[in-house]
């Protein structure tokens, strides 16, 4: 399931969401990201997050469809927010769960890996100096490649 | 081409072009991504200091990534954005 939206979300009742009724599941893994009060040592205010209305729910099902391919997934979980964020608010949250803790644990990681490089949102930062667009960053694109070089070991 | 292509710009692209989004209708010539950059640096704005540096301009045809050489037709949505953030 993906969702993009400007509302917060609460971790434990999406969780608890994504599982109920499916005693298969054996593990469930979950990575939240937040948003950071520094940036190259200044100080960031708040963000605004834009993206590409239509590709962004698009990409992130594919990106999701992906991941599903790869590991024996019983149930995935993408939420994207949007719009104005302040320090320390929750900005994605991505979830896997499976039978056992490998393919959840890798799934995650992929999903989150692949969704920064893919995903089309873009982060304004607002510093004392005005609103500055975040460059991408190398090491993220060496996240993604990693997963495209060799199969996640729990791969089926 | 007949009907337009639907341009969309994002981030600091749309910020430097001074337009977000607009029904273009490029002469015939115009058949892949390249030329149709080509053709919109000559069509003034800030379109040509957006596309100036063409590594860093991602480009979707109708929602999905395609490279510079991806054929452009009547009717399609390109979208030209900055390599992503989000996450």
Redesign the interface.
């Known amino acids: 399931m993906i969702r993009v939206q400007t509302d917060d979300f609460d971790l434990g009742a999406e969780l608890k969401a994504l599982t109920a009724g499916n005693h298969a599941i054996g593990g469930l893994c979950s990575f939240v990201?937040l948003v950071r009060d520094m940036a190259g040592g200044e100080a960031i205010g708040a963000m605004t997050?834009?993206?590409?209305p239509?590709?962004t729910e698009?990409?992130l099902e594919r990106i999701e469809a992906e991941a599903q391919a790869r590991w024996p997934l019983d149930a995935t979980l993408i939420i994207?927010r949007y719009g104005r964020l302040e320090p320390g608010d929750q900005?994605?949250l991505v979830a896997a769960a499976s039978a056992h803790r490998e393919a959840a644990f890798e799934a995650c990681h992929f999903l989150?890996d692949f969704?920064?490089?893919?995903?089309?949102?873009?982060?304004?930062e607002g510093t004392p100096g005005g609103g500055q667009?975040?460059?991408?960053r190398d090491s993220?694109e060496a996240a993604t490649r990693r997963w495209t070089q060799s199969s996640g070991k729990a791969a089926e | 081409m007949t009907a337009p292509v639907k341009l969309l710009y994002f981030a600091w692209l749309r910020e430097k072009a001074g337009v977000g989004e607009e029904d273009v209708q490029p002469p015939a010539t115009v058949a892949t991504v390249a030329q149709l950059i080509d053709w919109l640096e000559t069509q003034g704005g800030g379109r040509a200091e957006a596309f100036a540096d063409r590594k860093v301009v991602r480009v979707a045809v109708n929602q999905e990534y395609v490279s510079l050489d991806h054929p452009v037709t009547a009717g399609d949505e390109v979208a030209f954005f900055p390599p992503v953030t989000g996450g």
């Open positions: 990201g997050l834009e993206h590409y239509g590709m698009k990409e994207h900005i994605v989150i969704l920064k490089t893919k995903a089309p949102f873009w982060k304004l667009w975040v460059d991408a993220d």
